[in-house]
Every structure is written in structure tokens, then in C-alpha cells.
């Protein structure tokens, strides 16, 4: 329904119509059968204070005789006029509430590791894939963060800069797979090198790094120590997150379809120095759902404030119950005086 009809619409009777409305005087609406019983009682006390005068009437009329009732007329079109005033003083309304958030943001750089030893299946269906997940969840409960992904093995290669286009980035992260990069390793080093360099001209107010990794840095050229050390002097907080078990693990199946397992060893160490230089913190995933619970607990620590602006938009209807009364009220002032209101009682 259009929000301004014309006036003298009937549409602004439809129970549907006035069912939409806010009402700024709800108690008012009470008048509405309160005034038809005052007028009742009104009639019925002034029945009974005058006499009745009893008339001679030639037998030829009729002593039900319908066109009587023609002079109820009036009083109905006085009945609709104080309802309409009734209804005004209720003050019919509509609101239109918009809601604007403004965050400050911060910027995320998301640090994932694609070594061959993430294709491990202590994790369902392995480390990456339930590392992609877990990241792609995160992502989604993000307002207004700028993120960025980092994936490495042997070498670094920057997935997508800072952005807030979240479903480019779920997309990007969704296509990673173990054969975008022909060098082998884990060049942790040199993976937190390019990410600091895509946040050196950030202003952002907080700058975050999540590190995943399975493995202890075996290639690039730069020591991570030291790229925690720079990542630390520019102000980017490191969270490192260890992915895997250590022991006996399953990977692949053998010849009769039986899983395989291999030994799988993790040194924390890095990951943990790499944390505390930073000013960050470590933890170690050793399944899905602690993947999970850890992305959960970042999520909270790095949350920006949201300011919210609420923008209230209320339109007034009461004029045009108004408007309605008024012509309500003329209308019996013009039939008052007429001969609707001088049939003889029957």
C-alpha cells in the first residue's frame, strides 16, 4: 500500500490500514465504543423523562413504517464525527527506523600455511581444508575490518591485499590448494615479511596478524625472529596458531584402502617466540572444533568498537482523520434541520 493516499479514500478504513498504524494515544481508542454507549443512555434517559403524547393516526398508515428510521441518519453521521476525532486524537502514526553502523575497523592479514604437510588428516578432511573453514567463519564476523590473506609454503605469495570485500576474500580462501606453489617447505620467515610489508601503510587504530602453520621453518630466506621483530617495531600484533598433533597421524590410504599413518612432529617453539615478540599470543589446535574455539576467542580479543546511529522517521496520519471528521460534522449539520429528523416516532 502507497503511503499517501488521497484523502477522501476509503482505503483509510481497511483493518489492514489501521492495523499498520502506531498509536502515539492508544487509550484513546477506548472513546471509540465509549461514545456510542453515552449517546444510547443519553437517548434512553430522555425517553423516560418525557411523557409520551398519544396521537390518533387514520388506520391507512402504517404503524411499522420503515422511512422512520430515516431520521437516525444524522445522529450516524454525528457518531462518525466524533469517531474521527477519536481516531485524530490517537495520533495514528508510521516509523521508519534506519540503523547506521560505523566501526573504525582494524586490519586483519590472514597467514596460512599450504606445505605439503597440511594435507595431514588428523583434521577432517585435513589441516588446510579445515583451517579454510575455520578462516572463511571468521571472515563472516567481521564488521568493517579490512583483511588480507598471506599463503606460503617454501615461498610467500600475497593472496589479496586489505580489503573489506568479504565474499572476494571467502572466494580466494576457498580456491587455495596445495598446488599453487612448486617451492617446498614452510619459509615462515619470509611468509610474515610480505605480510608486514601489505600493512606498512595501514593507520588503522589495531594491526593483527594470524599465523597458521604445522611445521618448524625450513626454507625462504628470512629468519622469523627477526620479521617478528619488525612486524613488533611497526605495532602488528602477532596471534600464532599451531596446527596439528603430534605422533602418529593418518595420510592417505594404502594399497588395500586402509589409512596410512606417519609420524608428525610440531616445534612450538618458533610459533611461540614469534607470538611473544609481537605481543601476541600462541595456541595450539590439535583438532577442528579447537581450531574453531581459538578463531572464536581472536574474534573477541580484536573486536572493534561499534558506533551505532539510529534515525527515527515518524509520519503523522491524524490530519486526515481530521479532515474526514470535519466533513462528518457538516454533514449533519446540513441534515439535522431537514425532514430526516421530523419523521414522527412510530
Not at 465509549?34 to 388506520?59: G, H
Not at 585435513?126 to 578462516?135: H, I, P
Not at 564476523?141 to 583483511?147: A, E, Q, S, Y
Not at 600484533?237 to 586402509?258: E, H, L, N, W
Amino acid at each position: 500500500m502507497n503511503e499517501i493516499l488521497p484523502y477522501f479514500s476509503w482505503t483509510w478504513f481497511n483493518p489492514e490500514t489501521l492495523r499498520s498504524f502506531e498509536w502515539e494515544n492508544l487509550w484513546a481508542l477506548h472513546l471509540l465504543w465509549v461514545v456510542p454507549l453515552i449517546l444510547l443512555i443519553r437517548k434512553f434517559a430522555k425517553i423516560l423523562k418525557n411523557p409520551v403524547l398519544e396521537l390518533s393516526i387514520p388506520k391507512m398508515v402504517p404503524q411499522k413504517n420503515p422511512w422512520t428510521y430515516l431520521r437516525l441518519i444524522p445522529m450516524f453521521f454525528f457518531i462518525f464525527f466524533l469517531w474521527m476525532i477519536i481516531i485524530a486524537l490517537a495520533r495514528p502514526q508510521r516509523t521508519n527506523e534506519k540503523v547506521e553502523q560505523f566501526t573504525e575497523g582494524i586490519d586483519i592479514m590472514l597467514v596460512m600455511d599450504i606445505s605439503e604437510s597440511m594435507d595431514l588428516q588428523d583434521f577432517t578432511p585435513n589441516r588446510l581444508e579445515s583451517a579454510k573453514g575455520t578462516a572463511i567463519e571468521f571472515i563472516e564476523g567481521r564488521f568493517g575490518d579490512r583483511i588480507g590473506v598471506v599463503i606460503f609454503s617454501g615461498e610467500a605469495f600475497s593472496l589479496a591485499p586489505l580489503t573489506t570485500d568479504y565474499d572476494l576474500l571467502k572466494d580466494l580462501i576457498g580456491d587455495i590448494s596445495f598446488n599453487m606453489m612448486d617451492a617446498k617447505g614452510t619459509a615462515i620467515g619470509s611468509a610474515l615479511s610480505v605480510a608486514t610489508n601489505r600493512m606498512r601503510d595501514s593507520e588503522a587504530s589495531s594491526k593483527v596478524m594470524v599465523l597458521l602453520s604445522d611445521g618448524d621453518n625450513n626454507a625462504g630466506n628470512v629468519d622469523p625472529i627477526f620479521a617478528a621483530q619488525l612486524a613488533a617495531a611497526m605495532e602488528i600484533k602477532i596471534y600464532s596458531v599451531a596446527v596439528g598433533k603430534d605422533g602418529m597421524v593418518p595420510y592417505g590410504t594404502d594399497f588395500f584402502g586402509r589409512p596410512q599413518m606417519i609420524e608428525s612432529y610440531l616445534n612450538e617453539g618458533t610459533l611461540r617466540e614469534i607470538a611473544r615478540i609481537a605481543n601476541g599470543k600462541f595456541y595450539r589446535a590439535s583438532d577442528g572444533n579447537a581450531l574453531e574455539r581459538i578463531f572464536d576467542e581472536i574474534d573477541e580479543l580484536e573486536k572493534a568498537e561499534i558506533v551505532e546511529s539510529r534515525y527515527k522517521e515518524t509520519m503523522d496520519f491524524y490530519r486526515i482523520y481530521l479532515v474526514w471528521g470535519i466533513a462528518f460534522f457538516f454533514a449533519w449539520l446540513a441534515l439535522k434541520n431537514t425532514f430526516f429528523n421530523n419523521f414522527l416516532l412510530d
